[in-house]
């Protein structure tokens, strides 16, 4: 069914490899990649035509060896009872993709979401650049793979002193083979 | 800050123009200042007896511990019993319970929630993550120890702690109070700037006055 529906969308749009996670049917779900050009067409080939009307979620990948950003759009088709999800690549540095949420009212609080937490910018998504989570932060985007959490943490909050941790491999070294060290 | 705090101009109904300026306006700036104990220690005694056996916990969970909160409000463990009951607003509150991790955005509205509460009032840290970060010891929006920024009468540990050890803690914290050694409040007044900065060294936009209530 899936594999249907690739060869029939590859027609129209340069799609990528279809990676099948879960064959069917039902509950079918892969997933395909795509030029972010052609994402918008293609959502909207998917929601009109092909009956996937329900944007699951959109969410974010930091690929920082690639310097990319990787752009998950899972949408389901609730009466075949699968899913798809469009995956498109940005460039890490400046990263923009065009909104969506003229096709799904939701995907302004994912976009929203996306823009505090990864600092990738949906132009004219509906509040896009109001405090979603964070207040008052700082420092660059949390979920950037970059962002050091540790050092945040030790240089902005007060730690109470005494605290003491173990590396497990160690201890359990120690504990399972004490002659050996 | 937000907009709705800057200072503007407005008009009324009845067409008359003024000025207002929410900071100034709307909450009293004035610092909090140490409660002086009873006249003579008998008294104060009395008072500290009638404050240990009537403890309003203010219903506000920052965290995951709240969830041992409700059966403690309910017939399983029945807090009501030793005269712990739960309220709505800080106004009528006068113990507050930081349930758990406290993220930064919500130590925000836990210190304008603690400062809205009238004396004599007590804060009891509720599990390892108010006392060291517990297993949010690396995150980059929790706080680490809660009484940087508030004073703490009684930590409570565990991750998180039982209803049992709630109904102990609030025991522990009776005699506290008994003792007249729960006198976090004053201690608030006492380093008022310490606590201050150590609240604005966390919360970068501080767009409150720097005592609500």
């Known amino acids: ?181 | 800050m937000k907009e709705e705090l800057l200072k503007r101009t407005v008009k009324g109904p009845d067409g008359v123009e003024f000025e207002v300026e929410p900071l100034r306006d709307y909450y009293c700036e004035a610092a909090p200042t140490v409660m002086p104990g009873a006249y003579i220690k008998i008294v104060e005694d009395l008072f500290n007896w009638a404050r240990a056996e009537s403890l309003w916990i203010l219903g506000f969970g920052t965290g995951c511990g709240a969830i041992e909160m409700r059966p403690l409000m309910t017939p399983r463990f029945d807090a009501y019993r030793y005269g712990i009951q739960w309220r709505p607003t800080p106004r009528q509150a006068n113990l507050l319970v930081i349930s758990g991790y406290l993220s930064v955005k919500t130590l925000k509205r836990a210190i304008r929630a603690y400062e809205q509460m009238q004396n004599p009032k007590y804060v009891v840290g509720l599990g390892s993550c108010t006392i060291n970060g517990g297993m949010y010891w690396d995150s980059y929006n929790t706080i680490k120890r809660l009484d940087q920024y508030l004073p703490v009468d009684l930590y409570i540990t565990g991750c998180m702690p039982r209803p049992e050890a709630l109904l102990a803690g609030f025991d522990d914290l009776k005699n506290l109070i008994r003792a007249g050694q729960a006198e976090g409040a004053n201690q608030y007044a006492e380093n008022f700037d310490w606590y201050k900065a150590n609240q604005k060294q966390v919360i970068h936009d501080w767009d409150m006055p720097d005592y609500n209530w």
């Not at chain 1, 690549?89 to 799904?104: E, K, N, Q, Y």
């Open chain 1, 1 to 181: 069914m899936m594999r249907e529906l690739h060869e029939r969308l590859k027609c129209l749009f340069p799609l990528g490899e279809l990676t099948e996670q879960r064959r069917g049917p039902p509950n079918e779900l892969a997933f395909v990649s795509l030029p972010g050009a052609y994402l918008r067409p293609a959502l909207l080939h998917l929601r009109d035509l092909e009956g996937f009307t329900h944007l699951v979620l959109l969410t974010a990948v930091d690929w920082l060896e690639e310097g990319q950003f990787q752009l998950t759009y899972l949408l389901s088709n609730r009466t075949q009872a699968r899913d798809i999800g469009l995956r498109v690549f940005l460039p890490r540095d400046g990263a923009t993709m065009a909104s969506i949420h003229d096709l799904w009212p939701t995907a302004a609080t994912y976009q929203r979401e996306l823009r505090e937490m990864f600092g990738i910018d949906f132009p004219d998504s509906p509040g896009v650049n109001d405090d979603f989570i964070l207040e008052g932060w700082i420092d660059m985007p949390p979920y950037r793979r970059d962002f050091d959490t540790k050092r945040f943490a030790a240089e902005n909050f007060s730690q109470r002193p005494g605290r003491t941790t173990t590396d497990p491999e160690q201890h359990m070294k120690a504990k399972l083979y004490p002659g050996e060290n």
